[in-house]
């Protein structure tokens, strides 16, 4: 099973998709076969196996800035840019890390930096500035280990929002926690400077 059979084959998890392959056989940025193979055990990066022999190496397109505090796990939560920084490729992954398990947030970005602590009446620090956009059609959850990916689509973005080439961009996630009551959190931001 969780194989990408030409032609297709009966089993779970198989598909009979393009599977965007590049030299010697390797996935390249957008491939369905990326993170869809079996869920256990994962790749070497963490993230759910990939389908094939040759697992996808994720590459890190973002700077990390602006440390934050602690959350209820006694973490700070933490945030990468994976995959491409290109607009054309369109297959940019938000990756936020350690923060509390089985909770709810909405990854931010702006053009421009900020610093306000205890936003919201919160626990984190805003690191972004204005204006702000929040991709609140996309609320997602953390695993059992507090980690959640978003891909962008930049073509499918919030009203307001352009991603252009040579655009530099910044992203946070902001997480639902409780610490020791019902309160929020960011991770720390990224920083990702776009291409064509």
């Not at 010697?24 to 079996?38: A, F, R, V």
């Not at 697992?55 to 945030?79: D, F, K, P």
Request: aromatic content about 8%; glycine content about 14%; overall charge negative.
């Amino acid at each position: 099973g969780w194989s990408d059979v030409t032609g297709g084959w009966p089993g779970v998890g198989n598909v009979d998709v393009d599977p965007m392959f590049g030299p010697l056989l390797s996935l390249q940025p957008g491939s369905p076969c990326i993170d869809t193979g079996n869920p256990s055990p994962t790749d070497a990066d963490g993230s759910r196996a990939d389908m094939g022999a040759r697992s996808w190496q994720w590459i890190s397109v973002g700077t990390r800035y602006c440390a934050t505090g602690t959350n209820s796990t006694g973490l700070a939560a933490s945030i990468d840019a994976k995959g491409s920084a290109s607009v054309s490729a369109n297959f940019l992954v938000l990756q936020a890390a350690q923060a509390p398990p089985s909770t709810s947030g909405i990854f931010l970005a702006s053009l421009s930096h900020g610093y306000v602590p205890n936003v919201g009446g919160g626990q984190g620090t805003l690191c972004l500035g204005t204006p702000l956009v929040r991709f609140v059609g996309n609320v997602v959850g953390t695993d059992s280990m507090g980690r959640v990916e978003f891909q962008l689509d930049f073509g499918n973005l919030p009203p307001g929002a352009v991603f252009v080439p040579g655009d530099v961009w910044s992203f946070q996630f902001l997480f639902r926690d409780t610490n020791p009551g019902a309160t929020s959190n960011l991770t720390d931001g990224v920083i990702v400077p776009l291409t064509n």
